[in-house]
């Protein structure tokens, strides 16, 4: 199963690199990590998806909150968070498939961001299985690329992350 955790650190370097180290020293294998200041400079926001059981999970949570640069932890439910990743796609497009390929992209809400005489880069956002269809029915035209930021998620309503506890938090 797939667990979501947001991460509150300290904003400084090395704390990446701590937080992968763990990971990589427990054998615990990261699916996605998206990582970026938040609306406190100081404070960086990591989002992380592990694979793994309930116990794994926990043990991660565990591990996590020992390291120094860690201020908190929240394993975000599903239904209850919003959920998105951000890809590119470079996909082949001749003057024969190009009008099809557009009309896929509409269809998904997607937006083509550049253009060329043999390609065109679709960028697209939503969750992994919108993203994922998508891919699927370009793969027809060839892809040459394929770049994807991560999942990011926030908590859905009034439920914040804070550095301090309160009446949101939790």
């Known amino acids: 199963m797939k667990y979501t955790l947001s991460v509150l650190v300290e904003n400084h370097p ?3 690199s701590r937080v992968a180290g763990l990971f990589s020293r427990r054998g615990f294998n990261i699916d996605s990590l998206a990582v970026g200041v938040t609306e406190d ?6 989002t992380i998806v592990v694979n793994g059981d309930d116990y794994i999970v926990e043990q991660v949570t565990k591990q996590l909150n020992k390291l120094i640069d860690v201020i908190k932890i929240k394993k975000l439910n ?7 990743e951000l890809a590119l796609i470079k996909v082949n497009a001749n003057s024969q498939t190009r009008s099809d390929i557009i009309q896929i992209t509409e269809i998904f809400r997607a937006n083509i961001v550049d253009v060329s005489k043999e390609t065109l880069t679709i960028e697209i956002s939503g969750d992994e299985d919108k993203i994922e269809a998508l891919i699927e029915l370009l793969k027809q035209y060839g892809i040459r690329e394929v770049v994807r ?3 990011i998620a926030i908590e859905r309503g009034n439920k914040v992350i804070t550095k301090s506890k309160s009446e949101e938090d939790e």
Not at 78 to 84: D, T
Request: glycine residues 10%; aromatic residues 0%; proline residues 11%.
């Open 14 to 16: 090395g704390v990446l």
């Open 41 to 46: 400079p100081a404070i960086s926001r990591m």
């Open 149 to 151: 930021t991560g999942l």
């Open 78 to 84: 599903p239904k209850e968070a919003v959920e998105r």
